[in-house]
T-cell receptor, first 111, second 112 residues
Framework: EDQVTQSPEALRLQEGESSSLNCSYT??????LFWYRQDPGKGPEFLFT???AGEEKEKERLKATLTKKESFLHITAPKPEDSATYLC????????????FGRGTSLIVHP | DAGVTQSPTHLIKTRGQQVTLRCSPK?????VSWYQQALGQGPQFIFQ???????QRGNFPDRFSGHQFPNYSSELNVNALLLGDSALYLC???????????FGSGTRLTVV
């Protein structure tokens, strides 16, 4: 069974204090790994797709990386507006197009 | 270009009642997936519709059913509501064969 584990569950940072969120996964084969941002009471908003180990993607203060067993979302010099829940999802290879989501990391950035 | 539209945004129902949630996919998307997200949890897959057929289903009871219309819009129906059905229900649309989802803002269902 596909499994996605995100850590930590919650993270509090001071503005400007860089950190990383982790997404470890167990799948029979990885088609792609997705990162989403979710604001309270809203639907997830797409951030990045990673397809192969060693791949990196960047967007503003966010940088996502991928290895064979985990992905990291690095947040550099975060601002209060980066506060949200960050979700990781993995698409397995094979006939299923259904991704498995982790429980997310709730990030709060204090001014 | 409108994204995924869900209605209603909020809903309060009584135990035992039935509810219908609606979703219009993003323009150009032909596949609709429904997710249930309890507070503090990740989205849990309910089912996916393509070409008006249920293509895949998650681990949800038969009380949860759906439909997709010729214009690709979709409905999620839940019968005999339980308190545990209270959650944010998310609709996600995609293009068949692709792996990117676009989510709607969700419907917050409260069962009392």
């Amino acid at each position: 069974e596909d499994q996605v584990t995100q850590s930590p569950e919650a993270l509090r940072l001071q503005e400007g204090e860089s950190s990383s969120l982790n997404c470890s996964y167990t799948v029979s084969g990885l088609r792609g790994l997705f990162w989403y941002r979710q604001d309270p009471g809203k639907g997830p908003e797409f951030l990045f797709t990673l397809y192969s180990a060693g791949e990196e993607k960047e967007k503003e203060r966010l940088k996502a990386t991928l290895t064979k067993k985990e992905s990291f979302l690095h947040i550099t010099a975060p601002k209060p507006e980066d506060s949200a829940t960050y979700l990781c999802a993995v698409h397995p290879s094979g006939g299923s197009y259904i991704p498995t989501f982790g429980r997310g990391t709730s990030l709060i950035v204090h001014p | 270009d409108a994204g995924v539209t869900q209605s209603p945004t909020h809903l309060i129902k009584t135990r035992g009642q039935q509810v219908t949630l609606r979703c219009s996919p993003k323009s150009g998307h032909d596949t609709v997936s429904w997710y249930q997200q309890a507070l503090g949890q990740g989205p849990q897959f309910i089912f996916q519709y393509y070409e008006e057929e249920e293509r895949q289903r998650g681990n949800f009871p038969d009380r949860f059913s759906g439909h997709q219309f010729p214009n690709y819009s979709s409905e999620l129906n839940v019968n005999a509501l339980l308190l545990g059905d209270s959650a944010l229900y998310l609709c996600a649309s995609s293009v068949t064969g692709a792996y990117g989802y676009t989510f709607g803002s969700g419907t917050r269902l409260t069962v009392v």
